[in-house]
């Protein structure tokens, strides 16, 4: 068993790098796995303290909560880097000045 400060420090470096992902990178792909990348530590965090208490599930309950709100964001959030991709030509979010083109 490994202890709760191993999982705690492992999720501080998966958010840091989330976060760094979506500071810095302009790709909205690059966007996307940074927040896949902070969910997923908040997924650590949650089934990390659940050890604490073993006879409840609630960490692990919450955590597949998340991956499932994670799942429904990537695919809403691919769909929309997608058709602004069909309209732009471009997948870099500061290069669309606009909503539509259309009147």
């Known amino acids: 068993m490994f202890p709760l400060q191993h999982f705690l420090i492992l999720a501080a470096i998966l958010f840091s790098i989330g976060l760094m992902l979506v500071v810095v990178k302009r790709h909205a792909i690059m966007m996307l796995i940074g927040i896949e990348l902070m969910l997923n530590a908040a997924n650590l965090n949650l089934v990390a303290f659940n050890q604490l208490y073993p006879t409840h599930r609630d960490g692990q309950m919450f955590a597949l909560f998340v991956i499932i709100v994670a799942v429904c964001e990537t695919a809403v959030g691919l769909a929309i880097i997608l058709r602004t991709y069909h309209f732009y030509q471009t ?5 669309v000045a606009e909503l539509s083109d259309k009147p």
């Not at 997948?91 to 290069?95: E, H, L, R």
């Open 91 to 95: 997948s870099v979010p500061d290069a």
